[in-house]
């Protein structure tokens, strides 16, 4: 079974560690965001690329979700003794390796693609993993600016919104710098059109998922996919499992709820929609949109729970299928 996966950082990464328990026979390519990435210390930084890289080649901090297990901060102490910022942005010595490596080889002409395979090649997570694009694509986010005067707005990057602010103010929009004239990275489109089923996990549907399918072509490759393709709810009783999806849904006029980001996504994109038993009430409304839903338990607590998850959205690709 070819299986193709858009995911984000750390909820795309722990569901992938249960679809792999669940079908470890199965051929499974995952498809990136990139739009989380920054340069930083004059390294490019992959956040999501590398949160997934981690978990899946055992190297994660489990706790966090992200970042390495057993780190140190010399470096970033060093930095800040010599003033240079940003400190809101915490990388690990383990990590900056990693960031080292990749600036490295992008300066010596290796595209975002080629990088990422060969990183993979150290840390074998079992999964063919691609960037969305080898193209620059960075998301920010509108906020006010109290600073320019009544009404006056600001684009910060989406790093700065969520780490540094901690999404503790409005979003007003959020605009994936780039996507537009951004190309699908190699290997994507193929894998999307030979895939036997498309999963999108219980990643952000705005800036995870959603960053990826706005990158031309890699929405109408899914849409015209002949493979099912199955969501899972990030969404849980009203409100994101972690993380601030309920905020950045607001900025792009989607309400928090499990049903409205199935209508979201559209049944012109996805064929099947899982909810969370808490949620049985959201079925009925999904399927009057023309998409097949159940509702099962969709809280990772653990590897069998997410292996269970994954078996449910597997079981209801086939049922879609027919």
């Given at each position: 079974?070819?299986?193709?996966?858009?995911?984000?950082?750390?909820?795309?990464?722990?569901?992938?560690?249960?679809?792999?328990?669940?079908?470890?026979?199965?051929?499974?390519?995952?498809?990136?965001?990139?739009?989380?990435?920054?340069?930083?210390?004059?390294?490019?930084?992959?956040?999501?690329?590398?949160?997934?890289?981690?978990t899946l080649g055992g190297g994660i901090h489990?706790?966090?979700?992200?970042?390495?297990?057993?780190?140190?901060?010399?470096?970033?102490?060093?930095?800040?003794?010599?003033?240079?910022?940003?400190?809101?942005?915490?990388?690990?010595?383990?990590?900056?390796?990693?960031?080292?490596?990749?600036?490295?080889?992008?300066?010596?002409?290796?595209?975002?693609?080629?990088?990422?395979?060969?990183?993979?090649?150290?840390?074998?997570?079992?999964?063919?993993?691609?960037?969305?694009?080898?193209?620059?694509?960075?998301?920010?986010?509108?906020?006010?600016?109290?600073?320019?005067?009544?009404?006056?707005?600001?684009?910060?990057?989406?790093?700065?919104?969520?780490?540094?602010?901690?999404?503790?103010?409005?979003?007003?929009?959020?605009?994936?710098?780039?996507?537009?004239?951004?190309?699908?990275?190699?290997?994507?489109?193929?894998?999307?059109?030979?895939?036997?089923?498309?999963?999108?996990?219980?990643?952000?549907?705005?800036?995870?998922?959603?960053?990826?399918?706005?990158?031309?072509?890699?929405?109408?490759?899914?849409?015209?996919?002949?493979?099912?393709?199955?969501?899972?709810?990030?969404?849980?009783?009203?409100?994101?499992?972690?993380?601030?999806?309920?905020?950045?849904?607001?900025?792009?006029?989607?309400?928090?709820?499990?049903?409205?980001?199935?209508?979201?996504?559209?049944?012109?994109?996805?064929?099947?929609?899982?909810?969370?038993?808490?949620?049985?009430?959201?079925?009925?409304?999904?399927?009057?949109?023309?998409?097949?839903?159940?509702?099962?338990?969709?809280?990772?607590?653990?590897?069998?729970?997410?292996?269970?998850?994954?078996?449910?959205?597997?079981?209801?690709?086939?049922?879609?299928?027919?």
């Amino acid at each position: 079974m070819r299986i193709v996966v858009l995911a984000g950082g750390i909820g795309g990464a722990r569901f992938l560690r249960g679809l792999k328990s669940a079908v470890p026979e199965a051929e499974i390519t995952v498809i990136g965001n990139t739009g989380d990435d920054i340069h930083l210390f004059g390294l490019k930084v992959c956040p999501d690329l590398d949160t997934v890289m981690y978990t899946l080649g055992g190297g994660i901090h489990e706790e966090q979700g992200w970042g390495r297990a057993g780190e140190t901060f010399a470096v970033k102490e060093e930095l800040a003794a010599y003033g240079v910022g940003p400190e809101w942005f915490g990388l690990g010595d383990r990590d900056f390796a990693t960031h080292i490596v990749r600036t490295q080889m992008l300066g010596a002409g290796y595209p975002l693609s080629a990088v990422t395979e060969a990183l993979c090649a150290r840390w074998r997570p079992g999964v063919r993993l691609l960037p969305m694009s080898d193209d620059r694509v960075e998301t920010h986010v509108m906020i006010d600016d109290p600073e320019g005067g009544e009404g006056a707005r600001k684009a910060v990057h989406f790093q700065e919104y969520w780490v540094r602010l901690h999404a503790s103010v409005a979003a007003h929009a959020i605009v994936p710098v780039g996507a537009e004239t951004a190309k699908p990275a190699p290997g994507v489109l193929e894998a999307v059109s030979g895939a036997d089923v498309i999963l999108f996990p219980p990643s952000n549907p705005v800036v995870s998922v959603g960053t990826i399918l706005g990158v031309p072509g890699i929405r109408e490759a899914v849409a015209a996919s002949s493979a099912p393709v199955v969501g899972l709810s990030p969404i849980v009783g009203g409100a994101p499992v972690r993380g601030m999806a309920d905020k950045v849904l607001e900025a792009v006029g989607v309400e928090a709820t499990a049903a409205a980001v199935a209508r979201h996504y559209g049944s012109g994109l996805i064929d099947g929609w899982l909810v969370d038993s808490v949620d049985t009430d959201a079925v009925a409304e999904v399927e009057a949109a023309g998409i097949r839903c159940r509702a099962v338990p969709l809280m990772m607590t653990d590897l069998d729970a997410t292996a269970a998850m994954a078996r449910e959205a597997l079981a209801l690709a086939e049922e879609v299928r027919g």
